[in-house]
C-alpha cells in the first residue's frame, strides 16, 4: 500500500511482499506472480523479496500507464517474478472445520503444518522481523497470468467469524 496520509490515513511507502501465511483466496484473486504457483485457494504460501527503498519503489507509479497494454503488464509480472522469490502450496481444507495450523519459520526456510502433518516446506523465506496477522478478508487482489490485473472488495452472503484457541507465539 502507498498513502500520502491525507485525511488521517497512516503514512505507508511501498515495499515489496515479505510474508509467510496460510491464505485463503477466493477464486477472484490471483496471488502468484509465478505461472507454475496456484493463485488463489487455501494456499501455504512463501514471499521473499529484496529490501529496496521505498523511494524506489514509489517511483514504479510512473510506470502504472504500461499497464493499460496487455503486453506491456505481462512483461512486467515477469519481471516482477524474477524479483519477488515466492512458493506456494494449494491445500486441501474445508474452513467450516476446526483444524490445527503451524508455520515455523527459519531464515532459510519455512515449514507448514495442518493438524499435526506437514503440508508444504519451502526455502523461500522471508527476512524477519515478522509479525503476525489474522483476520477475515473479503478483498481480493489479481495478476493474472494473461496481465489481467484487479482487486476491490466482495459482498459476504452469510455472517463470517473466525474462532481461534491455543495460540501459542515462539
Do not use: C
Not at 523479496?49 to 503488464?73: E, K, N
Not at 508444504?120 to 473479503?138: C, F, H, K, Q, R
Amino acid at each position: 500500500m502507498f498513502s500520502f496520509g491525507l485525511q488521517g490515513a497512516p503514512r505507508r511507502f511501498p515495499a515489496l511482499p515479505r510474508a509467510a501465511w496460510f491464505f485463503h483466496a477466493s477464486p477472484e484473486n490471483h496471488l502468484s506472480l509465478r505461472n507454475d504457483l496456484p493463485g488463489n485457494g487455501f494456499l501455504a504460501q512463501s514471499f521473499s523479496s529484496p529490501a529496496i527503498p521505498s523511494f524506489l519503489l514509489a517511483l514504479g507509479a510512473l510506470a502504472v500507464p504500461l499497464l493499460l497494454s496487455r503486453t506491456l503488464t505481462k512483461w512486467i509480472r515477469a519481471l516482477g517474478s524474477k524479483i519477488i522469490r515466492e512458493d506456494g502450496t494449494l491445500l486441501a481444507v474445508d474452513p467450516t472445520e476446526w483444524h490445527d495450523y503451524k508455520l515455523a519459520w527459519h531464515p532459510g526456510r519455512v515449514e507448514y503444518f495442518q493438524d499435526g502433518a506437514p503440508v508444504a516446506e519451502t526455502t523461500i523465506s522471508p527476512s524477519g522481523p515478522l509479525g503476525l496477522v489474522i483476520w477475515i478478508d473479503n478483498q481480493f487482489a489479481a495478476f493474472t497470468p494473461a496481465g489481467k490485473i484487479g482487486a476491490g472488495s466482495l459482498a459476504n452472503p452469510s455472517p463470517s467469524w473466525m474462532e481461534i484457541a491455543d495460540l501459542e507465539l515462539h
